[in-house]
Every structure is written in structure tokens, then in C-alpha cells.
């Protein structure tokens, strides 16, 4: 037995002992996902204790350094994790903007202090983080941020505004671009800095989307004290570590469509359209439009592993995010827009309990935002143009 | 294991392209087709193509191959789809090579695989009979005869049978499917060479009480559906290989036009129309990409029995080489259209490969079915 089996099986055997039933299935609406944080809620005393579970093996954040509070797990080694968890149709135990963006920044860009302080409290789901990115004037250019730091000695006074920032009314804290340096060409006067979202001046509307739900807010800073130490990364070369965090940022939202797991689309569609006498969905157009979905899902799937292996590899630019950023945020709309057209009218019903209160059509919605949040489509194919295609003028 | 080529395999794509781009571009499949060649495929090619190891690419080693797998095999699929070489690999290095290594006997392995692994040999396999690739619905028929079986029946789109030393036939005995290995000198066999549209080659054959021995049976009587399948499922998933090289082949020659192309004074590829349709042209072909090796690998782990991760490949890299190529030539404009630039012989080469072993709806109908819908 190599290894590699050898965690196989221990990863199985503990699974079955740790994943409490209430955990396995997929989700009935997006809503039931676990963020952690000081606020956290839990639809299920079980969800909570697969967190902590989780979170004290680090395998919330299974590549992470075990010293930080990581699973310490070689890519195989997670492979396997991953697939152990897809075979029993394992949930995720914790959703997190800092396992997902900001852990992976730290690790590159953070002092030891910070990731012995903020790394081992993010596997654990202690504390919830979201990200102050977006303002008003500064959408797809995001360059263009105005949220003004100055310096008063050991700490800097912030004002502003940022927008589209996610969970901002439930986040601990918050990972935010702030600009230091006015006179300096705009990328090169951007600094990178954490605070608490409790401190004086801080705070947030939630803005109601299409979807009716607000998973989106406005924040606003009215002379925020931050700390000079929770600097991250070189004053005024925020950019290099903004830019890293979106690659990982967009890998995330690339991969947003493939968790899940439970009965193939096609197999859900027969519930609501019927199947024929050979047990085929009985709409022949809706189907060969569902096979190739399943198609482009599978290919899609492989593409975000094949990615990881590249970059584990270093055989490729870390711009290639752009490329599942763009391709993953596309294929999760059409999956939906299917979804809805396999559920018909069952699916159009807002507020019914039978609908779970319109729960396919608000995530349908929601998927909307995908091609947006984290740099449009269109932005994602200007930086493959650029970075990796390197046409002229790009 | 990563999805990705391992040393061993870089150096084997590396010796592939090499070899093709010297010895064989696409002035060599030009050279065939407007010479009006005899075979419209090269003997001393394939002989290189042996001396090289990538004929025999899976045949073992002690039969005088390379000994390798479907990675591998892939690997030089994906280089001839490059430079549009014709070849009889697919038939006989793949196809063929796979049936034999899986079913066939001592005798037939000894007298056939050392000579495909040289390039001495040309086999060919036949299963189509009507316009589509349809391995379930096999009309030729074997009947029980004298020491052996009579065949009869028409098959078509069979790669190179016009040059084939030997054919493997499927054919429908009383309980089953049978392959049978012919002569295809064997009275009642009449073979028409078919110049393709891409200028590769394959035979329409019609069998008319074709008399084989017992001995020409390949695997067991009424067996061989299993071993036609694991033979096609190589076979598709190099087609896929080769649809992601020619597909990918004719964007590096589109980008290199969109690099030096002007219009209204401006490199045609600053314009962000043709930026943005390049870049999901791009994110196209990787995700072909993670689909083929993806494919590949599983074969020779033996993790894809029923042959769905290779039929998520087929299907994904015939419609991306599909649009790799309309946009190949939409992007080029009028020269995309004359027979003096490339991008056309890689349109029509997507076209076949397309159509080989199971196109797009083919293989996605099959998955619809795996899946339950």
C-alpha cells in the first residue's frame, strides 16, 4: 500500500467516525452554508461541530502549514481529502473569505507576527473577513480606489466609501485598499491593511439585490483608526498583494458552480419534466442542452485541477485565474438558467415553502453577479488578451 | 496524479513535435495530395515513425514496442494533429495495436505487433458501416462455415484500409460481436480507396462471403464488444489529442496573424472584438486540454471503465477545435479561404477527426445515458 492509500484509508475511516449525517447531502439553498466568525449561525448544532472538527485538524485549510494552523497536506494528500469528502457528499465545513483570499495573500505577503496571529483563528472559523475592495468610482477599475489613509504616526486615520463589499453587516474583519500616497501614479500609491470592523467609524447598509436577498453591502469609514503594524505587504505597493489576492479571489468564483455534488441535472430535470418509456427526459432539447452542460462541467472541473497542478508546477502565469474566473462564472449562469428551465413554473414560486421560498430562483439571481464580482468577464478576457496571449496593445 | 506531463513524457512530446515539424509538416500532407500519391500515405514515414518508437507507442516491449500507455499515445496524436500529418497510427498504432494487445492470441500478437511497432506494417480497423459511428448497431455478419466463419457486410470511413496489410473486422455472430483478423487479398473482400476531405485517406470495403479460419478470430467468439470498446475508447481519446493539437495548432497561427496583421493602421489584434474572442478561444482549448490528459490518465489507471471521462474529452475537444477553427479562418479573413494558407487544412482535418469514433452528440448522448436522463 503506497502512502497515498494509506491516507486514503485513514481519511475515510475518520470521515465516517467525524461527518455527522446532517452535514452530507447537498445544500437546499445557499443560504445554509457555514461563514463562521463571533456572529456565527449554523443551521444545525451538527454544522457547527463538523466546523470545529474540521477546523482543529486544519482541514478546513488542508495545504495551509500545520504551524499556522493548516492541515500541512501535500496537493495529493488534499486531492484525496477533497475526493474522500465528495464520495460521502460531504458539505463544506466552512466557507471563508480568509481561507479562500485573504490566508493565501498572508502566507506570501504577511510578517510572521500576522500569520501566527490572523492565519490559526481563520482555519477555526473564529473570525469572518470580508474584503473592502470596490467604491463607487472604482468598479472594474479598480485601481482607481479613493478610500483615503493619512498617516498620523503609528497609525493612520481612514476615510471613505467601499461598495459591493460581501457580508460587510457580518464580517469581524476586513481586508481593505486604502490609498496612501495621492500624488503617486494610481497603482503605486495603494496600501494594503486589516482592521477590526468594530472600530468607531466603521459602518455598513446591506443593499437589496435582484435576488431580494443583500449578501452585498455599502461601508463606510468616517475617520477609522487603523494600526500601522496591520500593514500587509510594502506601503504603497498594496496593488502586488491586491493583485494576488484576486487571483485567488477568482479562482473561488470560478469554482463556485462545481460544489454540490447529489443527482446529476439531468436526472433533477425528470422530477418536474417527466421522463420518456426508455427513461429519457422527456424533452429532447432540454436534455442535449443539459448533456452538454454536463460536458463543459466535467471538462471545467478537470481544467480547475489541471490549473493547480500547473501552478503547483510553476508551469504557468498566475493569470491564468482570469481564465477560470471567466469560463466558471459563465458556465455557473447557464447551470443555473438551466435549472430553471428544467423546474418550470414549481421554480418561478417566491415565497412558497414548496419553492423553499423561491431558494432556485434568488440563487439563480444570484449567479447573475458571478461575471461581475471579482472583475467582469470582460476584464477577465482583456487580462488573458494581455498576460497571456500577449496581444499587441492589450 | 497531477494533469500534467511528467518529465519522461515532455521529452517523448518534445521528440514528437521534433521529429513531425522536420520530417513531416504540412508541406509533406501538400507534397501527398497534390502529387496524386498512389497511397496518400508515406510507407518510409511510418518505417521512421517506427524507428522512432512511436508506432509501437503501446505495443510491450517484448513485442518490440515502446511499452507505454494512453498518455503517451496521446501525446503523438496531439503532434500529428499539429502538423496534419497523414499516418497510419490511429489506425494501426492505436486502434489496431489495442485490439491485439488486449485479445489477441500468441500467434497473432507475434506475427503483427513487432512489425506495427517497426512501421513496417499497416492494419486498419473496420466498425463503421452507415454515415455515423454507430459500434452498437454492427449489420456485418459472421456465419459459422467449414473450419471457420463467413463474413459479409460493408464498412466504411475505415482509416488507410486501402494500404492495410491486414484488417480487424467486427462483425455480429450468433450471440454477440466477433472481430476477426483478414486478408484483405481473401476473395469476397473488394476495398475502394477514399481520399477524404482532408486529403488523409480510409476505404469503403464490401465483404461478400469472405471465408476466415477459426484462427482469425481475435479474443472469444461472440466476445468481442469488450475488446472493440477498450480499442475505440484509445482510439477516441487520441482523436481527442489530435482534435486539441490541430485545434490549438491553427490559434497559434491565427495569434501569429493577429500579431502582425494591419488594418486602419493598427495590428489587427489590438482590437478588443478579436482580443476577447481570443481569449475565450484560449480558455476553450485548456479546458480541451484538462479534458484529453484527464482522459488519458484514466485510462491507464483503468479508472474509466464505462469510458465516460473519454467521452467528456471527445466531445469537448471536437466542438473547441470546431470553433478554433471557424475563428482561424473568420480571423484571417479572405486568405483564410485559399488553399495556399494552412488554416484551412486544419478545418477540414477537425472536420474528420470530428466525425472519427463518435462525434460531439455521440459521445454527450452517451454520458446523458450514464448519467440516468
Known sequence: MTDLDAFRAETRAWLEANCPPEVRGPLDSDE??????????????????????????GWTAPEWPKEYGGGGLSREEAKVLASEMRRIDAQMPLSSFGIWMLGPALLQFGTEEQKKRFLPEIVRGEIRWCQGYSEPGAGSDLAGVQTRAVDEG??????????????????????????????????????????????????????????????????????VRVEKENLVGTLNRGWDVAKALLAHERTMIGGMGMIGGGRPMGQVAGDSVGVDADGRLDDPMLRARIAELEVDLMAFQLSMERVGDQVKAKQVSPAIASMLKYYGSELNKRRHELAMAAGGSDTLEWESDRSHKGGAARDWLRTKANSIEGGTSEIQLNIIAKHLLQLPGA | ?????????????????????????????????????????????????????????????????????????????????????????????????????????????????????????????????????????????????????????????????????????????????????????????????TVMVDAHNAARIVLTDVQVDADAVVGTVDGGEALLEGALNLGRACAA?????????????????????????????????????????????????????????RLDAGKDPAGLAVSVAKAKAGRVAELAVQEAVQMHGGVGMTDEFDVGLFMKRVRVLNELLGDAAFHSEKLARAQGY
Not at chain 1, 449554523?42 to 485538524?57: E, L, N
Not at chain 2, 472584438?273 to 485548456?286: D, G, N, Y
Request: proline residues 4%; glycine residues 10%; hydrophobic residues 45%.
Open chain 1, 32 to 57: 445554509d452554508r457555514v461563514w463562521g466568525g463571533r456572529n456565527a449561525t449554523f443551521k444545525t448544532p451538527a454544522h457547527k461541530v463538523w466546523m470545529d472538527r474540521m477546523g482543529a485538524r
Open chain 1, 154 to 223: 503609528d497609525h493612520w486615520i481612514v476615510n471613505g466609501q467601499k461598495v459591493w463589499t460581501s457580508y460587510a453587516d457580518k464580517a469581524d474583519w476586513i481586508f481593505c485598499l486604502v490609498r496612501t500616497d495621492p500624488d503617486a501614479p494610481k497603482h503605486l500609491g495603494i496600501s494594503f491593511v486589516l482592521f477590526d470592523m468594530t472600530t468607531p467609524g466603521v459602518s455598513t447598509k446591506p443593499i437589496v439585490l435582484i435576488s431580494g436577498k443583500s449578501p452585498f453591502c455599502e461601508t463606510f469609514f468616517d475617520d
Open chain 2, 1 to 193: 496524479m497531477p494533469l500534467i506531463l511528467t518529465e519522461e513524457q515532455t521529452m517523448l512530446k518534445e521528440a514528437a513535435d521534433g521529429f513531425l515539424s522536420e520530417n513531416a509538416p504540412i508541406a509533406h500532407l501538400r507534397g501527398l495530395r497534390d502529387s496524386h500519391d498512389a497511397d496518400g500515405v508515406s510507407r518510409d514515414l511510418w518505417k521512421a515513425f517506427g524507428e522512432m518508437g512511436f508506432a509501437g507507442v503501446i505495443i510491450p516491449e517484448e513485442h518490440g514496442g515502446s511499452g507505454l500507455g494512453a498518455v503517451e499515445a496521446g501525446v503523438v496524436a496531439e503532434a500529428l494533429g499539429r502538423t496534419l500529418t497523414p499516418s497510419p497510427f490511429f489506425g494501426s498504432g492505436v486502434l489496431s495495436a489495442k485490439v491485439l494487445v488486449d485479445g489477441g492470441s500468441a500467434e497473432q500478437q507475434g506475427a503483427w505487433l513487432p512489425r506495427i511497432a517497426a512501421g513496417e506494417a499497416i492494419l486498419s480497423l473496420a466498425v463503421d458501416e452507415g454515415a455515423k459511428h454507430r459500434p452498437s448497431a454492427i449489420a456485418t455478419t459472421a456465419e459459422r462455415s467449414g473450419n471457420g466463419f463467413k463474413l459479409n457486410g460493408a464498412k466504411g470511413f475505415v482509416l488507410d484500409g486501402h494500404v492495410a496489410d491486414a484488417l480487424i473486422v467486427a462483425a455480429r455472430s450468433e450471440n454477440g460481436l466477433t472481430l476477426f483478423l483478414v486478408d484483405p487479398k481473401t476473395a469476397g473482400v473488394a476495398i475502394e480507396r
Open chain 2, 241 to 297: 489529442a489530435s482534435l486539441t493539437g490541430a485545434g490549438d495548432q491553427a490559434f497559434q497561427i491565427t495569434l501569429e496573424y493577429l500579431r502582425t496583421r494591419k488594418q486602419f493602421g493598427k495590428l489587427i489584434g489590438e482590437f478588443q472584438a478579436l482580443q476577447h474572442r481570443s481569449a475565450h478561444l484560449f480558455t476553450e482549448i485548456e479546458l480541451a486540454r484538462a479534458a484529453v490528459i484527464g482522459a488519458l490518465q
